[in-house]
């Protein structure tokens, strides 16, 4: 069984960073290849001996006031329903969580938490249920749960339609993010080695164990009604809209890189369509009714070999720039690796290896890199539609996809961050102006609103002002006269989206993670979950938008909890090219007094947070994925009331770094509200349209948690979260709708 400590130790390394120009960032690259291949090398020396351990693989790492003014957009935010009579409650009024290192989880009293739809549960009956010793077959995850739950959306239905109020009944379609393989294939990580193969290939996985991996990853539309007695939910067996879309499903590519020469691959040499999504972390809604999930740590699926004298030298950086340098074997995972003699469908382990080794790109999988790293939309009431990746909204280690709220005839906006040590943020504004008439149209007026528009990224200034710098093919250099990536196209420009935003001079962020726009004020919030590189590498110095760097105790200087940062549109235009910030608040714990700027106490300290969520009343929800603090306390949710852009005050860091921090916390404005079971990560959040029931999600829970009867083997799950009393989440802060505390 791996222990916490370990699987805690390595998320803190396989952070993917390759920004920019730095060759502190390559280095740490090799230097980490280095690390496994010796680590799966162990002590033997042997040409070929197989290894059986218990090495944890990771997607994404944890390393490390009723008087604000109302957006009048508020009551026009499309697929997600209205408010209601419920307004924004005044103060949080349940009885904070405290502080836990336990196996199991807690949640504030008077509610209850259900652990539901585990991995490997099946979605559909003649398959037989999971078992502990994990015998089940690769092909049969098809049709059962995946691994790392991750974000989500509950689909209100009525009949066979989406209908953003109806909470009888919906469709839970939730995102499996990665695999922890050394707890899901019955003999664990296994690696036969070789040394002398090529260097990608000296750790070779079993075609089995690839299959099952690559099977538990992908989309899982899950089929939910209320159950009888009224309370919670419960799955419909055999539900024609129960599906698992997976990283072996085939993917439509549309946009502007769709049909270009830089996708095109042996698969489709039309480049027009791959095969899978991959690494889908954080989720949202579109506003006209469909999933958008997103693509983040696929660099880690794949390898690379020899092959640099095959590409021109802009390719070539451009494929450094997301971390695929030349011998790369991707991170534990080694797709590419099995023998080919094993493949059950074509080049079902080629495909994961992006070396150039044919005559040309329909030759090989070269491209099928360029592939990966977009946000994609999914229809979930149609079971037979294929996920559209959204090449318009740039490529890179997506986080999640929030809209601001639509109004008629304004354009549509989304806003990403992407999640790597010193990467941006970014925001994607329609060409098409929006029209309500389009609720429910499905991934046609995805067509419309995804697929022509402008991609901008952020440069937040030190005096607390910011500019969106957009990111269009001949405008702010992003031509051939730029020498290291030669811009010759839109194409080129969304693919290496993270090299033009380099060119516009984007601010490195400390790891965007989610991004949640407030129903009540319109501002805009984005996780930084933390960086160890901040003030520490030469290229990530202190700025006002991330101005913490320190040591604690013997662990390594930089920011290490993290903060949220939070802009309003200039004019609370949404599709404006410039706006005005502070960071609402600096995670910390409590007595790390120089640190807590935000004044943190027992009730609500935290620390890396990650998911992040308003609730349609305003409420702002704040999940944890930390490595920090977690001898205190293991990660969990926070329910928030943030204030405004610019309700607090001008402070200086203990690095020496001034900004502009919101109003302090308070039991009133922040209370911690669950916490995980040791080991894991809380992530994904959804709401249903009564707000009766929370769903949130327990990524790579530790100790046994989530095991079968009388098993060990821990699994990652859903946990239902209800009112005791059967009354909507929070109902002890709402004079009106209190029935019991
Ligand atoms: Fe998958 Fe950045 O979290
Ligand atoms: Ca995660
Ligand atoms: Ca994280
Ligand atoms: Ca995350």
């Given at each position: 069984m791996t222990s916490l400590n370990n699987k805690q130790t390595l998320a803190h390394e396989v952070v993917e960073d390759s920004n920019p120009t730095d060759n502190i960032d390559f280095q740490t690259i090799i230097n980490r290849r280095m690390n496994r291949r010796s680590i799966l090398k162990g002590g033997t020396g042997l040409t070929a001996a197989a290894f059986f351990g218990a090495l944890p693989l990771v997607g994404c790492s944890d390393d490390d006031d009723s008087s604000l003014p109302v957006n009048p957009s508020n009551d026009n935010s499309a697929a997600i329903p209205a408010q209601g009579d419920l307004k924004r409650p005044e103060t949080l009024r349940f009885t904070a969580v405290p502080h836990s290192t336990a196996d199991t989880m807690s949640v504030a009293a008077g509610y209850k938490a259900e652990m539901i739809l585990p991995l490997g549960m099946p979605l559909i009956s003649g398959i037989e249920d999971w078992k502990d010793s994990r015998e089940q077959s690769a092909e049969s995850f098809e049709w059962r749960m995946g691994d790392n739950h991750d974000g989500m959306w509950f689909f209100g239905k009525k009949g066979n339609a989406y209908d953003a109020k109806a909470s009888e009944n919906g469709l839970l379609v939730m995102n499996h993010e990665y695999v922890n393989s050394s707890e899901l294939s019955p003999f664990g990580y296994h690696v036969i080695q070789d040394s002398n193969a090529a260097p990608i290939f000296q750790n070779r996985r079993l075609a089995s164990d690839v299959r099952r991996e690559v099977n538990c990853h992908g989309v899982?539309?899950?089929?939910?009604?209320?159950?009888?007695?009224?309370?919670?939910?419960?799955?419909?067996?055999?539900?024609?809209?129960?599906?698992?879309?997976?990283?072996?499903?085939?993917?439509?590519?549309?946009?502007?890189?769709?049909?270009?020469?830089?996708?095109?691959?042996?698969?489709?040499?039309?480049?027009?369509?791959?095969?899978?999504?991959?690494?889908?972390?954080?989720?949202?809604?579109?506003?006209?009714?469909?999933?958008?999930?997103?693509?983040?740590?696929?660099?880690?699926?794949?390898?690379?070999?020899?092959?640099?004298?095959?590409?021109?030298?802009?390719?070539?950086?451009?494929?450094?720039?997301?971390?695929?340098?030349?011998?790369?074997?991707?991170?534990?995972?080694?797709?590419?690796?099995?023998?080919?003699?094993?493949?059950?469908?074509?080049?079902?382990?080629?495909?994961?290896?992006?070396?150039?080794?044919?005559a040309g790109a329909a030759d090989d999988y070269r491209h099928a890199f360029n592939t990966f790293g977009y946000i994609t939309e999914i229809d979930p009431f149609d079971q037979h539609s294929i996920p559209q990746k959204r090449t318009a909204l740039g490529r890179f280690a997506h986080e999640?996809?929030?809209?601001?709220?639509?109004?008629?005839?304004?354009?549509?906006?989304?806003?990403?961050?992407?999640?790597?040590?010193?990467?941006?943020?970014?925001?994607f504004v329609s060409k098409a102006t929006w029209s309500n008439a389009d609720i429910g149209g499905g991934l046609k007026v995805g067509n419309k609103y995804l697929d022509d528009g402008t991609l901008y990224v952020a440069i937040f200034n030190e005096d607390g002002s910011g500019v969106w710098k957009a990111l269009v093919h001949g405008q702010n250099g992003l031509d051939t006269s730029n020498n290291v990536l030669p811009f010759h196209g839109q194409d080129e420009v969304l693919v290496f989206a993270r090299a033009a935003a380099d060119v516009v001079g984007a601010t490195k962020m400390d790891r965007p993670e989610w991004v949640s726009v407030s129903p009540i004020t319109g501002e805009v919030y984005v996780t930084l979950t933390n960086n160890k590189y901040r003030g520490v590498s030469d290229d990530q110095p202190l700025s006002a938008s991330n101005p913490r760097s320190y040591q604690v105790g013997d662990k390594a200087r930089g920011n290490d909890?993290?903060?949220?940062?939070?802009?309003?549109?200039?004019?609370?235009?949404?599709?404006?090219?410039?706006?005005?910030?502070?960071?609402?608040?600096?995670?910390?714990?409590?007595?790390?007094?120089a640190e807590n700027l935000s004044q943190l106490n027992?009730?609500?300290?935290?620390?890396?947070?990650?998911?992040?969520?308003?609730?349609?009343?305003?409420?702002?929800?704040?999940?944890?994925?930390?490595?920090?603090?977690?001898?205190?306390?293991?990660?969990?949710?926070l329910a928030a009331l943030p204030g405004k852009v610019s309700d607090g005050s001008l402070m200086t860091t203990s690095a020496g770094q001034q900004t502009r921090v919101g109003m302090p916390a308070s039991n009133d404005n922040i209370k911690r509200f669950f916490v995980g079971p040791e080991g894991c990560e809380v992530t994904g959040i959804t709401m249903t349209p009564d707000f009766k029931t929370l769903f949130i999600n327990i990524q790579h829970p530790g100790n046994s948690w989530g095991a079968v009867a009388g098993g060990s083997t821990p699994r990652s799950a859903t946990v239902m979260i209800t009112r005791e009393d059967g009354d909507v989440i929070l109902a002890e802060s709402f004079d009106t709708v209190t029935t019991s505390t």
């Open positions: 899982a539309v899950v089929e939910m009604r209320r159950r009888s007695d009224g309370m919670g939910y419960e799955m419909v067996p055999n539900s024609k809209y129960n599906r698992r879309i997976t990283s072996s499903t085939t993917a439509q590519l549309t946009g502007p890189v769709a049909g270009s020469d830089l996708v095109k691959t042996k698969f489709d040499p039309t480049g027009f369509q791959t095969r899978g999504i991959n690494n889908n972390c954080g989720a949202g809604l579109s506003p006209w009714g469909t999933y958008l999930t997103t693509e983040e740590n696929f660099l880690g699926v794949f390898g690379r070999g020899r092959d640099a004298d095959q590409l021109n030298a802009g390719h070539n950086y451009g494929r450094e720039r997301y971390g695929a340098i030349e011998d790369f074997p991707g991170w534990e995972y080694l797709w590419h690796t099995p023998d080919a003699k094993d493949a059950a469908i074509p080049d079902e382990f080629s495909r994961w290896d992006m070396t150039a080794v044919g999640n996809c929030a809209y601001a709220p639509v109004e008629q005839g304004k354009p549509v906006v989304f806003y990403m961050g992407d999640d790597a040590r010193g990467e941006y943020i970014y925001k909890n993290g903060h949220i940062i939070r802009w309003a549109e200039a004019g609370g235009d949404h599709a404006a090219t410039s706006f005005e910030w502070d960071i609402y608040l600096f995670a910390s714990p409590s007595d790390l007094s027992d009730s609500n300290d935290l620390s890396s947070p990650d998911g992040l969520y308003f609730d349609p009343r305003g409420v702002l929800w704040i999940q944890t994925d930390d490595g920090a603090y977690t001898d205190t306390s293991s990660c969990m949710l």
